[in-house]
């Protein structure tokens, strides 16, 4: 019964995702901006936004990285005149994140979309979490993420045209031992979102927030150093995803106007049980989020369970 439910659902949603729903966003020739971009997820993002025809300013700090990454982006150019740019800027700086965008605007081109994939993870059980760390996480997840964002709202307002892209993380849904910081930091931008796709909607500028699963990325190894045990098995569950798969689903999804972006099973499920007030995007999404709630969230408690069974089992040991 529940194979059948499930085998519906399933086909409804693949079926509107294919018929119906074709209203695509176009991003050739426009300027795509991703914070970021000079590695992982925020550098696969910018490489297919290149071969979707867009031009491409990436940020990032340090410079080396960034000459590296437009060198690669820029092999996928594929129409004359197509630009690619790298800008070195600290996202958390306000004063510098003011100047240079208004740069980036003159140089290529009014901002059609942004897409924020600036940030990092550092772990830890919250007594061995420095203040240091605190604070740079909290600066860079999502003042890194607020300050680009607000620098390019106005406009888009003013053109009745945009995208935002905002990339949280699945522990933007559950707060996962070893990550409280973290977790915090990316829950904050779950909420700075759906306030901001409210504003946004009377304008014609979406906003996707991203929910990437664990993902083989340079940032991702640099977070495994600093992982707990706990943390380890607890998120090994969902497997590792590649950089490439995330970015393709982030644009699709950014394109088609989804709130959230998800990839792979959990990184859905999760999604659909924890969806709350979100808005929602699609018909397909609702009959999911109606029928499925209910069991997923007996799922949910089974996963959890098994979580706090990893936390006493490590205590233990
Ligand atoms: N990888 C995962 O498993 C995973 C899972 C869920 C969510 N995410 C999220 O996805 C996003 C990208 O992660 P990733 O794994 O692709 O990271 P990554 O490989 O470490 O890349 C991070 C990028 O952000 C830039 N950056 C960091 N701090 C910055 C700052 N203050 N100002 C400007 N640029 C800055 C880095 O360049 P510079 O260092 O040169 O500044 C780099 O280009 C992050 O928000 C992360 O939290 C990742």
């Given at each position: 019964m529940?194979?059948?439910?499930?085998?519906?659902?399933?086909a409804?949603?693949?079926?509107?995702?294919?018929i119906?729903n074709?209203?695509?966003?176009s991003?050739?020739?426009?300027?795509?901006v991703?914070t970021?971009?000079?590695?992982?997820?925020?550098?696969c993002?910018?490489?297919?936004?290149?071969?979707?025809?867009?031009?491409?300013?990436?940020?990032?700090?340090?410079?080396?990285?960034?000459?590296?990454?437009?060198?690669?982006?820029?092999?996928g150019?594929?129409?004359?005149?197509?630009?690619?740019?790298g800008?070195?800027l600290?996202?958390?700086?306000?004063?510098?994140?003011?100047?240079?965008?208004?740069?980036?605007e003159?140089?290529?081109?009014p901002?059609?979309?942004?897409?924020?994939?600036?940030?990092?993870?550092?772990?830890?059980?919250?007594?061995?979490?420095?203040?240091?760390?605190?604070k740079?996480?909290?600066?860079t997840?999502?003042?890194?993420t607020?300050?680009?964002?607000?620098?390019?709202?106005?406009?888009?307002?003013?053109?009745?045209?945009?995208?935002?892209v905002i990339?949280?993380?699945?522990?933007?849904?559950?707060?996962?031992?070893?990550?409280?910081?973290?977790?915090?930091?990316?829950?904050?931008?779950?909420?700075?979102?759906?306030?901001?796709?409210?504003?946004?909607?009377?304008?014609n500028?979406?906003v996707?927030?991203?929910?990437?699963?664990?993902?083989?990325?340079p940032g991702?190894?640099?977070?495994?150093?600093?992982?707990?045990?706990?943390?380890?098995?607890?998120?090994?569950?969902?497997g590792?995803y590649?950089?490439?798969?995330?970015?393709?689903?982030?644009?699709?999804?950014?394109?088609?106007?989804?709130?959230?972006?998800?990839?792979g099973?959990?990184s859905?499920?999760?999604a659909?049980?924890?969806?709350?007030?979100?808005?929602?995007?699609?018909?397909?999404?609702?009959?999911?989020?109606?029928v499925?709630?209910?069991?997923?969230?007996?799922?949910?408690?089974?996963?959890?369970e098994?979580?706090?069974?990893?936390?006493?089992?490590?205590?233990?040991?």
């Amino acid at each position: 019964m529940f194979t059948l439910v499930f085998a519906v659902i399933a086909a409804i949603i693949l079926f509107e995702r294919t018929i119906f729903n074709r209203k695509y966003k176009s991003i050739r020739n426009k300027h795509v901006v991703v914070t970021g971009g000079s590695s992982g997820i925020g550098k696969c993002v910018a490489k297919l936004a290149v071969r979707y025809g867009a031009h491409v300013t990436i940020i990032g700090r340090d410079c080396k990285k960034l000459d590296t990454a437009v060198e690669e982006i820029q092999k996928g150019c594929y129409m004359v005149g197509q630009k690619v740019q790298g800008v070195s800027l600290d996202v958390c700086d306000y004063e510098l994140v003011k100047a240079e965008f208004s740069n980036l605007e003159e140089k290529v081109g009014p901002i059609y979309m942004l897409v924020n994939c600036a940030g990092l993870a550092i772990c830890g059980k919250l007594e061995n979490v420095s203040n240091e760390d605190i604070k740079t996480l909290l600066n860079t997840n999502f003042l890194g993420t607020v300050y680009p964002t607000k620098m390019v709202i106005t406009k888009m307002k003013e053109r009745k045209e945009g995208i935002v892209v905002i990339t949280a993380s699945q522990a933007a849904l559950v707060g996962i031992y070893g990550l409280s910081i973290y977790s915090a930091s990316k829950f904050a931008l779950r909420g700075f979102a759906e306030a901001l796709d409210m504003e946004m909607y009377p304008y014609n500028v979406s906003v996707t927030v991203a929910l990437p699963p664990d993902t083989d990325t340079p940032g991702f190894e640099m977070e495994n150093k600093t992982k707990p045990t706990e943390t380890t098995l607890i998120c090994g569950s969902g497997g590792i995803y590649k950089p490439e798969a995330v970015a393709q689903n982030l644009i699709e999804d950014a394109l088609r106007g989804s709130f959230f972006s998800t990839v792979g099973c959990e990184s859905y499920f999760t999604a659909l049980l924890c969806v709350g007030m979100t808005r929602c995007t699609s018909l397909g999404e609702l009959i999911a989020q109606v029928v499925l709630m209910g069991p997923l969230r007996v799922v949910g408690c089974i996963f959890l369970e098994y979580f706090y069974a990893i936390i006493r089992k490590c205590l233990y040991d």
